[in-house]
């Protein structure tokens, strides 16, 4: 199925810097949604994003819905060694009924070094 | 937040054997729940969607036969993967939404061997 374009694949960074990690798709969503997934683990909801322009912070995770409804970003500050995983963005497309189909992106890897 | 869990959370079979995975809405109902399978450094690839009371609807490529999907209550999906061969080695994970969001439970490790 469609994927969304997610950057960068990987990411190495020192303990204490920021991260911004965006998606971008060719095509509208209703709904933004930020996973992270820890390995042999299901990802776990980190952001849910509704509304174009949104901006949504969860602790040292911020997330925005872009104004065009086709990309959204995460940033994450002050990173620390939990913070390793796979961070994934997923997008729900406009649909009547209860159609929650996700498009998923490819996912970012997120390495930080202590 | 709503919580997703599965059974088994790894499970090894011989070629040709059939494996049943269940996926349960713990504390919420779900009369849609989807299953999805990810390959090692992967995304997730949405396999089927899982309907209450309903056949369930198979992604393109996913073999309905293979893969066969039983939502049998609003908090009990069910994905047995029939006469399994090693390329059916994966890690399976399945989600249930609520309202927008969706939560995903903690995936099944399969090992055909």
């Known amino acids: 199925g469609q994927q969304l374009n997610q950057s960068p694949q990987s990411m190495f960074i020192q303990e204490g810097e920021d991260v911004s990690m965006n998606c971008t798709s060719s095509?509208?969503?209703?709904?933004w949604l930020w996973y992270k997934q820890d390995p042999g683990e299901g990802p776990v909801l980190l952001i849910a994003?509704?509304?174009?322009?949104e901006l949504t912070s969860n602790g040292r995770l911020t997330a925005q819905f872009g104004i065009t409804r086709k990309d959204s970003f995460l940033n994450i500050s002050a990173s620390i060694p939990s913070d390793v995983g796979i961070y994934f963005c997923?997008?729900?497309?406009?649909?009547?009924?209860?159609?929650?189909?996700?498009?998923f992106g490819k996912g970012t890897l997120l390495t930080v070094n202590p | 937040g709503a919580v997703v869990s599965q059974h088994p959370s790894w499970v090894i079979c011989k070629s040709g054997t059939s494996v049943k995975i269940e996926c349960r809405s713990l504390?919420?109902?779900?009369?849609?729940m989807f299953w999805y399978r990810q390959f090692p450094k992967q995304s997730l690839m949405l396999m089927a969607t899982?309907?209450?009371?309903?056949?369930?609807?198979?992604e393109q490529g996913v073999e309905k036969d293979k893969f066969l999907i039983n939502h049998a209550s609003l908090t009990l999906s069910t994905l047995t993967v029939t006469s399994a061969h090693p390329e059916d080695s994966s890690f399976y994970i399945c989600?249930?939404?609520?309202?927008?969001?969706?939560?995903f439970g903690p995936g099944t490790r399969l090992t055909v061997t």
């Open positions: 994003l509704y509304k174009a322009g």
């Open positions: 504390d919420f109902q779900a009369t849609t």
């Open positions: 989600s249930a939404p609520v309202l927008d969001e969706q939560y």
């Open positions: 899982s309907n209450e009371g309903s056949k369930a609807t198979y």
């Open positions: 095509s509208i969503f209703n709904t």
């Open positions: 997923a997008g729900q497309p406009p649909s009547g009924g209860s159609n929650y189909k996700l498009t």
